[in-house]
Structure formats: structure tokens, C-alpha cells
């Protein structure tokens, strides 16, 4: 057993299958930031548990949401980003829905389907189904079910403890133009990597050199509803010196007295990093039992160029990375994850040994600690209890 | 429940502007249920003047999530007789016979919704819309309202205070947007900082478009809601169906209809056959008179509250002849189809009529 969950969840594809039916089906997915769609017209699709889901913006600048599939023979009808005005048609037969989901025309209705020609083509029962689509703290959240339960009384209960940052006020920090700021296939379980991501016990271990900026004794976590949710303050040394050490211009918005790193990770499989400089979506996609694509699109100050460069050069000069932040747990090459100084590398490290271990037949979870590995069990039992409870609703 | 007239206490009288007065009644303790309403919904009020039994539905604008009196807002219309004599004459201490609370037009406020609230307002048509408002943020402590409230000048715009408390008051959940469309300048304007506090124009479909484009709903389940007169609501509604707004999400009350001169002409003294409280009534329609007014004329009993269109309290089916309605603003196109009509509205265009209630 890992604590509450037998080891299968984390390598069956028995295990892969019931989660993807029973929790990313049945929860509101994250489905990118609002500036994705942002103007009218314009359109993302995204898979969401077993569903295909696309997004479009009306002339009303209302989100809808439809199951991105022809009601003709089901053929996807939207990729995954682009723009249409008034209406969607599928590229097999031209069939055709306007942006509420009716459908508006068939190619040779009369010759072909005599039976639709009695009735408006709206009332043939032939329109998209629906989804449903909100926001919550600039992420938009798909929800495959049109009557879901509201989006705040899902996440309502874990609002207050994340962090002032207003992430439609920030920019996308990215290298090149549509490219997240990171996306890597990690070779472990979506779970190993929440666990990690929550597991307050391992930061002054794995990221000894790494992420000692903060201050993990003073770290502050619990849970609100299915979420988890996590505050630290800088450690004394980067807060004296913050407003020249940090990598980028500070976010306005923190308070100098509350100036930390909030890492709440939402139910099942989003988490933000909300720092004092930057403001992070970190999204876990299971592909395959053993394998999870992470992506992490991250957000800074929308100030000016020049502000970005001077604050570089007054980080660079200050003494506080020469003992935080970049110092790997060992000695070695820099391709080495436990010498790079990244701590992202040294938490994939961690996963895939982890995940590596599973198949063993000695394989068991000797002790949990009890403070720091709190959150971990607790995780693992909202996963099973979710998946019990969408078990019965279905039964 | 059927809607039944009670004797009120006026409890306040207050000036709102030159021309709108609103009446707060007290409501005794055994009558709390029977009066318990949503926020948009009116009351119907009775009075005899000049010895006539005459009755007007008037918008509340209080909420019922607030602890406070049942209150209308009573604008004067030009000649009108219960609205003047309303402004004029109505003291605290009067007696006044009320309907219970009625109406289609209400928002379905719920604690635990989180929705995004468009709001237009036109004139003394901020009545309903005040009482939506203030439930709103009240209640549903996540949701947004985005509000436009039209007025021809400064002077004629009501429940300033209130608004601009609830603005400062809800700074992050309330849009409020002001436009006239024949602003008064001062000259004070002249050396007053160029922070403008209203728009200029009227609630049409360039400014509704402006407006959505501007406030884009933060939370996606939104919901219009329209009040003012009745070009007014035409605009609002073309402009929101411009721009794809379904019409299951938008919400409309028509104020001050019977502008419009009314040509058709009845036939003289048709003979109508009523089906009312399991009995058969055969009477004939003298000129002009609608058929709501033949049967009570004739002392019978029919369904009826607000008398203006408006209610559909008085609904009965036609089963032979054609009819025509002065005013419907409570039937749908497929109720007509179907044969329903409001009596009160309704003058023969045929020599035999046959209804049924």
C-alpha cells in the first residue's frame, strides 16, 4: 500500500482507466489562462479526462462550451486553437452549428435526410451538447457535465488562502511565441508528482541548495475542501535584501509583510506557484500509468523591458544567490539533476526513482511523517473517496 | 395562492425627485408570509377616486434579504390619475388596499450562486431593477452586477443615495454606469476636475454594445434583466440579440406602455359567452368595453389583478371568434397561438365570443 491507495493505483492502466472516468471527468479541468481566449470568436479545445472539450467566446463575450464532436458521426470538429465568428462546421460532411451549439445546416437535407425536413433542424435533437465553462483566478476550467455545480462552490472554500496576486494583471513570461514556459513527459504517475508537489517534508532535504530562499519552518498548509493549500515567507536573508535579489520585478501586489511563496495544488490536477515575483500554473496530465505530461506556464509583472532589465542586474549583484537558491545536493556535472542547482530537475529526479521502485516486489512505504507527510495520505484518500462517490452516482 | 387585496398602513412618504415619490407600507406580523416577495416583482394598489374602483401596479424596490418595509416607487405619468394622485395626496397613517405580491419578472437570487447580473434600467424602471440589485449583493456574496441606469437629467434620477452607497459599498462585485440623454451642465463644470461621472446618450444598441464590451461578464452564467419603457426594452433586447444573447437568459419589464394610440376598432355589442366558477354567462360586450369589465359589470366574479396587460391573472381561453388585445406583455407568442388571451386587454372583433376561464 501507499498509505491509503494499494500500489496498482500508481501503475495499473485498470487504476489509469477509473481515474480518468471517475475523477478527470467528473471535476472542473483546467483548460488554460483567459488571455487564451481572449477576443470574440476566438477558440481553444482541450482534452479534459475523456472528454474533448472546446471553448469559444460569443459577440456577448460570453464563454460557451461544447463537446467538441459532430453529432453526425462524432468527428472532432475544432483543433486546438483558432478563431470563427458565427458558426462551426465539421470538415467531414459540412454539417454546421451556430455558436450555441444548434444545428444550422446539413449538405442535401431534403434528398438525404427527409425525416429532419418536418422540423426546424434546431429541434431534431441534433444540436452539440454542452459543457460548461467558467473562471477562477484567470484560469479558465471546463466541466464536461452543461448543469455542473457552480465553479466557486468548487473552489470557494480554498480562495482565501491563495495568494493577492491578480494573475489577468500579469503577462506570460514565454521564450518563444506559444511555447509554455515548461512542458516536459515525466516518467512517473500523475500522483507521485502531486505528492511530491505537497510533501512539505522533502524541501529542506531534496532542495536543500535550491529552494533554501524560503522558509520552510515557518511553512503554514491544511486543506480546504478537496484542495490543498500552502504559504512560506522568504527566509530572513532574501527578505532583507528582496527588492534587489529577485529575478524579477516584484508583484505589486504582495504585502511586505506577508512576502512568501503560496503553493496550493487544486483538486485533482492543478497547482499554482504564486511567488513574490512570479505567478505559475503547474498542470499534471496523465497520459499513461507511468508517465504524466507537466506544464507550467508562468506569469511576471506587465511592467516595461527596461524595468526587466534592471532588475536582472540588481539580482545578479546581490550576495544572496551566492549562498540560496542554485546550489545542487551534490557535487558534479551540470547535467546531473542532483547537481544542476534546478530544483524542477531534482523533483523529476525524485518521481521517476520513485516511480521506478513501484514494481519491486519489496517495494512498501516504510513510515509516514507525520507533520510534513500529512498532506500526502489526505490526498490519497480524496482520490479514493472521489473516485467512491462518482462510483455510486453512476451505479 | 390566490392573489388577495389587505389593508396596509402608509409607513413613510418620500420625496425621491421632483416628480417620484416612493410609499413604504407596513406589513403586520400575521401578514409577513402572505407578503414575502422576489426581488422584482410589484404590488397591485386599490383606491377610489372620483368613485371609481380604479387599480395600479406599482414595482417594488425594497429587497426582502433586507430587514425594511415593503416600498414602491411611484412616478408621475403625465394626466395620470393614480400616480398623481399618489405624489399628491398619500400620507403617512392612510389606509391602502394591497394585493399580494405578484409578477414574472424576478431574479432567482440563491446564496450559493455565482453568476454575473446585467442590469438596465430606464427612468422610474429602476424600481425592480434597485430591489434585483440590492438581493444580489446581498445574497450571493460571489456574484457580479453590471448595471446601466438611463435618465433624461440629473434631476429625474432616483435612488441616488442608494446607488452610490451600494457602489462604494461593493467597489469589486457592482459595474455602475450612468447615461443621460439631455444632461443639464453647470457651471460648475467648467472649473470641476474633467472626471466624468455620466455618460451621455440614452440605453440603445450602440451603448449596450459599448457597455458589454467594456464590462465583459467576469463569472460566465449571466443573466440580463431589462425595466424602462417600451422602446427602451426593444433597443436593449435588439442589442443583446446582436450580439448572440440567448433569449432564455434575458429578463424584461415593460413600464409605462399605453403610449402607443390603440386604432382597432370592437364590434358593438357582440354576444359573449363566458365558462367562469362552473358557470355558463351569457352576456353581450357594449362598446368599447373589454371583457374583463362586461363580467364584472354584470356582478360576476372573474379572475383579475393588475388591469394593464401586465399579470396575466385574468387568462382565459378563447374558443370561438377573434379578439383583440389592447396590450399583452405576459403572454407568449405560443400561449396566443395557443389560444390563451387576457381578458382585461380584450375587445371583440366578432359578433359571438366564447371563453373559458
Same mark, same amino acid.
Given at each position: ?395 | ?11 413613510? =412618504? ?80 392612510? /389606509?391602502?388596499?394591497? /394585493?399580494?405580491?405578484?409578477?414574472? @419578472? ?36 460571489? #456574484? ?13 434620477? /432616483?435612488?441616488?443615495? $442608494? ?10 462585485? @457592482? ?30 444598441? $450602440? ?24 422602446? /427602451? ?18 429578463? =424584461? ?6 403610449? #402607443? ?48 396587460? =401586465? ?34 386587454? #380584450? ?6 365570443? $366564447?371563453?373559458?376561464?
Amino acid at each position: 500500500m501507499m498509505h491509503e491507495l494499494p500500489v496498482e493505483a500508481y501503475t495499473s492502466q485498470e487504476w489509469f482507466d477509473l481515474e480518468q472516468q471517475y475523477i478527470f471527468s467528473t471535476t472542473w479541468q483546467f483548460a488554460g489562462l483567459v488571455e487564451d481566449v481572449a477576443n470574440v470568436g476566438d477558440y481553444i479545445a482541450v482534452q479534459a479526462g475523456l472528454n474533448n472539450i472546446f471553448i469559444v467566446k460569443g459577440r456577448d463575450h460570453r464563454l460557451r462550451a461544447f463537446h467538441n464532436m459532430c453529432r453526425h458521426r462524432g468527428t472532432q470538429l475544432l483543433r486546438a486553437v483558432g478563431k470563427s465568428q458565427k458558426a462551426i462546421t465539421c470538415p467531414y460532411h459540412d454539417w454546421t452549428y451556430d455558436l450555441e451549439g444548434k444545428l444550422i445546416s446539413i449538405p442535401k437535407k431534403e434528398q438525404e435526410f427527409p425525416e429532419l425536413c418536418n422540423k426546424e433542424l434546431h429541434k431534431c435533437d441534433l444540436n452539440l451538447h454542452q459543457a460548461s465553462v467558467d473562471i477562477f483566478k484567470g484560469m479558465l476550467f471546463v466541466h464536461p457535465d452543461k448543469n455542473a455545480p457552480n465553479i466557486m462552490s468548487f473552489f470557494g472554500e480554498v480562495e482565501p488562502y491563495l495568494g493577492p496576486h491578480i494573475p489577468e494583471e500579469l503577462i506570460e513570461y514565454q521564450e518563444k511565441k506559444e511555447v509554455p514556459f515548461y512542458s516536459k513527459e515525466i516518467n512517473a504517475n500523475w500522483k507521485i508528482i502531486v505528492e511530491n508537489y505537497i510533501d512539505h517534508y522533502h524541501l529542506a532535504h531534496l532542495h536543500e541548495g535550491t529552494l533554501n530562499m524560503y522558509d520552510h519552518s515557518k511553512a503554514e498548509f491544511g486543506w480546504a475542501g478537496p484542495h490543498y493549500w500552502f504559504y512560506e515567507p522568504l527566509a530572513p536573508a532574501y527578505l532583507a535584501d528582496v527588492k534587489n535579489a529577485s529575478p524579477y520585478p516584484l508583484i505589486d501586489k504582495m504585502p511586505e509583510d506577508k512576502m512568501g511563496a503560496y503553493v496550493p495544488w487544486l483538486f485533482p490536477n492543478i497547482g499554482i506557484t504564486e511567488s513574490e515575483s512570479a505567478w505559475n500554473t503547474f498542470h499534471a496530465i496523465p497520459l499513461a500509468p507511468d508517465k504524466t505530461l507537466v506544464v507550467i506556464r508562468s506569469k511576471t509583472m506587465n511592467v516595461s523591458e527596461w524595468e526587466y532589465t534592471k532588475q536582472y542586474t540588481k539580482s545578479m549583484a546581490s550576495k544572496v544567490w551566492q549562498t540560496m537558491g542554485n546550489k545542487g545536493k551534490y557535487e558534479g556535472d551540470a547535467n546531473d539533476p542532483m547537481a544542476s542547482g534546478d530544483f524542477m530537475a531534482e523533483d523529476v529526479y525524485a518521481c521517476e526513482q520513485q516511480q521506478k521502485s513501484l514494481r519491486s516486489p519489496m517495494f512498501s512505504v516504510g513510515a509516514q511523517a507525520q507533520k510534513g507527510e500529512f498532506a500526502v495520505s489526505k490526498f490519497q484518500r480524496v482520490v479514493k473517496e472521489w473516485i467512491e462517490k462518482h462510483k455510486d452516482d453512476d451505479a | 395562492m390566490m392573489p388577495k387585496f389587505h389593508q396596509l398602513k402608509v409607513l413613510e =412618504v418620500q420625496k425621491e425627485t421632483e416628480n417620484a415619490t416612493s410609499i413604504a407600507f407596513d406589513v403586520p406580523y400575521n401578514l409577513y408570509e402572505t407578503f414575502n416577495y422576489k426581488p422584482g416583482q410589484y404590488l397591485t394598489l386599490k383606491f377610489i377616486i372620483n368613485g371609481e374602483d380604479v387599480r395600479r401596479s406599482y414595482s417594488l424596490c425594497s429587497s426582502p434579504a433586507l430587514e425594511e418595509p415593503l416600498r414602491i416607487g411611484v412616478k408621475r405619468v403625465k394626466n395620470g390619475l393614480v400616480s398623481n394622485y399618489i405624489n399628491d395626496h398619500l400620507k403617512i397613517g392612510d /389606509m391602502v388596499e394591497v /394585493m399580494t405580491p405578484e409578477g414574472r @419578472f424576478f431574479a432567482d437570487v440563491k446564496k450559493e450562486n455565482y453568476k454575473s447580473y446585467y442590469l438596465f434600467a430606464a427612468g422610474s424602471g429602476i424600481t425592480p431593477i434597485l430591489s434585483i440589485l440590492k438581493t444580489v449583493l446581498l445574497t450571493e456574496e460571489r #456574484s457580479y452586477v453590471y448595471m446601466m441606469y438611463g435618465n433624461k437629467n440629473q434631476d429625474t434620477i /432616483m435612488f441616488t443615495k $442608494e446607488l452610490e452607497q451600494l457602489k462604494s459599498e461593493y467597489p469589486d462585485r @457592482f459595474i455602475f454606469v450612468q447615461t443621460l440623454s439631455r444632461p443639464k451642465s453647470n457651471w460648475s463644470d467648467l472649473w470641476s476636475t474633467s472626471k466624468k461621472q455620466f455618460r451621455k446618450g440614452r440605453i440603445d444598441t $450602440e451603448s449596450v454594445e459599448w457597455f458589454i464590451n467594456e464590462f465583459p461578464p467576469y463569472a460566465q452564467n449571466t443573466e440580463y434583466y431589462i425595466c424602462g419603457p417600451g422602446t /427602451m426594452i426593444e433597443n436593449t433586447k435588439s442589442a443583446l440579440k446582436n450580439i448572440d444573447v440567448p433569449s432564455e437568459r434575458i429578463y =424584461v419589464e415593460s413600464f409605462g406602455t399605453n403610449t #402607443s394610440e390603440d386604432s382597432v376598432e370592437s364590434i358593438d355589442n357582440a354576444t359573449l359567452l363566458a365558462q367562469l366558477n362552473g358557470e355558463l354567462i351569457k352576456v353581450s360586450i357594449p362598446k368599447d368595453k373589454t371583457i374583463l369589465r362586461t363580467l364584472i359589470d354584470a356582478g360576476k366574479k372573474p379572475p383579475y389583478s393588475c388591469e394593464g396587460g =401586465v399579470c396575466s391573472t385574468c387568462i382565459c381561453k378563447l374558443k370561438k371568434g377573434k379578439i383583440h388585445m389592447k396590450n399583452n406583455l405576459a403572454l407568449s407568442e405560443n400561449e396566443v397561438k395557443e389560444g390563451y388571451i387576457l381578458s382585461c386587454q #380584450s375587445i371583440p372583433l366578432t359578433t359571438h365570443i $366564447e371563453i373559458e376561464y
